[in-house]
């Protein structure tokens, strides 16, 4: 079988997305029965990262997605074909699958934001609204990285149950093995010797503004309260939601690379995810993966991914979560081996081979 993935998010920093395409491609490899890949590139700057693994290679040719998108909207061409040659299945990992001439579609919808949360969306992710319909139409079975997101799909565009598959996405194993980081780490990063932390895009979705007034609250409470850390690209939009970071409790530390960030997610006293929304919710993986508690929104996703291993708070209850950070949960041996071992039930490996089951099927449909 040979199968064409969107292999653009891998481009430049990379964000969820980009570790899920990446996770996928490396999970793709380890199977004995994996297809060929060919990683399609909708954009004309950049080069997906080598070196390759087996059975993958770069499509043969590219071109800009905005050109492109423009053309898709209006016609059902060009088809992806031009820029693959001739593949069995079109995987669209981001959202979007073009016009195709012959090969079959499956498109990831990574969750429903644009629909939920359309004030917390901008750029291209605003436009899922119109062309995750689109690709429905044009016949793409769905793919999802939870149950929670694909009992949303079912529900919002009526798709039947056997053109959805869920397939959790993994976790590398290098967040198992990762060091926490050493106090010369720390200096050079610029951060404090203890610290919780956040980790993600700084955008609105992320209800930042409940963790700043809650982690304020608590450092005046118990100045014993370690200053908090956000690690992350800078996104977009009003991040803050009204409380600002204030310098003396809060380290903004920007855009870490995958060591840097695993070794900094290994020594915090707590990773911290308050989002209002999320498909999935990797970092919460990551830092299970990594041994250390984790303070999470209660909201679904969260919910399937941590299982018992998180201590989960109201997504926009201050109050609570002040309360949860003067009160860290327990970090002995034992807690640790636990959230290690839940995490390492989630590798790409088999999220491949739920994929590769999801590539088969779509190719079999009529």
């Known amino acids: 079988m040979r199968v064409a993935l969107d292999a653009t998010p891998l481009l430049g920093q990379r964000s969820g997305v980009g570790n899920y395409v990446q996770g996928l491609v490396q999970g ?12 399609t590139l909708f ?9 390759l693994p087996a059975r993958t ?22 088809p992806a074909e031009l820029l693959t040659g001739r593949v069995d299945v079109f995987h669209g990992t981001n959202f979007v699958v073009p016009p195709l001439a012959r090969a079959d579609g499956l498109v990831t919808v990574h969750d429903l934001a644009y629909l939920r949360y359309r004030e917390t969306v901008t750029g291209d992710a605003a436009e899922y609204a119109s062309l995750v319909p689109l690709a429905l139409r044009r016949g793409a079975a769905v793919l999802t990285v939870s149950r929670a997101v694909a009992d949303e799909i079912a529900a ?18 290098g967040w198992a093995d990762a060091a926490p980081a050493s106090d010369e780490d720390l200096r050079r990063l610029g951060l404090p010797d203890r610290y919780v932390l956040f980790t993600g895009n700084l955008e609105p979705r992320k209800n930042l503004g409940t963790l700043l007034r809650a982690h304020r609250a608590a450092r005046r409470e118990d100045s014993a309260v370690p200053p908090l850390v956000l690690a992350g690209p800078a996104g977009w939009g009003d991040r803050w939601q009204g ?24 020594r915090a006293g707590a990773v911290c995810m308050p989002s209002r929304y999320e498909g999935f919710g990797l970092p919460v993986l990551e830092a299970l993966a990594a041994g250390r508690p984790v303070l999470a929104s209660d909201i679904p996703a969260h919910r399937e991914v941590a299982g018992g291993h998180a201590t989960f ?20 041996d034992v807690a640790q081996r636990s959230r290690r071992s839940h995490a390492a039930q989630f590798t790409w490996e088999a999220s491949a081979r739920a994929h590769l089951a999801a590539y088969a099927q779509v190719g079999a449909t009529p």
């Open 43 to 51: 954009s004309i700057r950049g080069a997906v990262p080598g070196p």
């Open 313 to 332: 708070l109201p997504s926009d209850d201050a109050d609570a979560w002040s309360a949860a950070l003067g009160r860290l949960p327990s970090d002995d």
């Open 156 to 173: 919002e565009y009526d798709v039947p149950a056997d053109r959805i598959t869920v397939a959790h996405n993994g976790v590398d194993p």
């Open 57 to 78: 290679r770069p499509a043969p040719r590219r071109a800009p997605a905005r050109l492109l998108r423009r053309a898709w909207r209006r016609w059902p061409w060009p």
């Open 243 to 266: 409380s600002p970071p204030d310098p003396a409790d809060v380290v903004i530390a920007g855009y870490l690379a995958d060591a840097d960030l695993r070794a900094v997610v290994g």
């Open 28 to 39: 793709l490899a380890q199977l004995e029965d994996g297809p060929e890949v060919l990683l």
